[in-house]
């Protein structure tokens, strides 16, 4: 079973860029759906990025579509979500998840203990 670690989160002003990255062991990402989904506080988990297990392609959120990138390296086993003109909406803790299908399913995803992003405006 994969594990995975979460870092990169932090404080930053509107405009601002961070990377999150997702450090998975136990298992080489590339055998999962890899995906990133944000939880602000008092709502529920929303995915925001997922590439697939079968064919690597990636698919976004609207609401982030344009300004985050998600990739991958296989040497380091790590996924990143490049996050580029942050917004104040995009403040919340940002979760990375692992599923053994062929996408990011939040039912039945393992999950790593999140990162927070706070964005200042």
């Known amino acids: 079973q994969v594990q995975l670690v979460e870092s ?3 404080l930053v002003h509107t405009g601002d860029s961070l990377r999150l990255s997702c450090a998975a062991s136990g298992d080489t990402f590339r055998n999962y759906a890899m995906g990133w989904f944000r939880q602000a506080a008092g709502k529920e988990r929303d995915f ?5 297990r079968s064919d690597g392609m990636t698919y976004y959120s ?3 579509k344009g300004r985050f990138t998600m990739s ?3 040497a380091k086993n790590t996924v990143y979500l490049q996050m580029n003109s942050l917004k104040p909406e995009d403040t919340a803790d940002y979760y990375c998840a692992a599923d053994n299908k062929d996408w990011c399913d939040p039912l039945t995803a393992t999950w790593g203990l999140g990162t927070r992003v706070t964005v200042s405006s």
């Open 62 to 64: 609207d609401s982030v």
């Open 8 to 10: 990169g989160g932090g």
């Open 72 to 74: 991958g390296d296989n």
């Open 48 to 52: 925001v990025a997922c590439i697939t």
